[in-house]
């Protein structure tokens, strides 16, 4: 099952040469996982990274980036779970302006431990929702 959310382009986000400076997808990329996880999983970051005593770091990520984004342009991001490991879960992002393709992305995401810094077992609440959500059963949209 798919999440969407979408996102304007602001200044902020632009280079010298007026279109999105790549970094900035990243945050933004950042963002989306973030409203994931708390409107699809109920497990909001300020939780998991807060009194949880856990993180979500980024393990590897791939992207393509296809065309360029301007000032004032909506993006719709799209996330796509894959594939849930013992500690990772792989996702796919698709960007878009409209009809036309911004950038794709594959990355894995593993929760760690703050203590050790070492990946540990999803806990049981998150890896039901993102079985659900590979499943596309999630029953609710976003």
């Known amino acids: 099952m798919s999440f969407h959310v979408t996102q304007l382009v602001r200044f902020q986000h632009c280079d010298p040469a007026g279109i999105v400076f790549y970094p900035r997808y990243f945050e933004m990329i950042n963002a989306c996982i973030e409203d994931w996880f708390a409107a699809r999983l109920q497990a909001p970051f300020s939780r998991i990274h807060g009194p949880d005593a856990h993180a979500v770091p980024t393990a590897r990520i791939e992207i393509a980036f296809t065309a360029p984004s301007r ?20 996702l796919a992002i698709a960007v878009r302006c409209g009809a036309e393709a911004r950038l794709n992305m594959t990355s894995t ?6 203590a050790s810094g070492r990946p540990v077992s999803w806990p049981d609440a998150l890896r039901i929702g993102i079985e659900r959500e590979i499943e596309g059963d999630a029953g609710h949209g976003a």
């Open 71 to 90: 000032i004032d342009d909506l993006l719709e991001f799209e996330l796509t779970p894959l594939r849930i490991g013992r500690s990772s879960v792989d």
């Open 109 to 114: 995401l593993v929760y760690i431990s703050q």
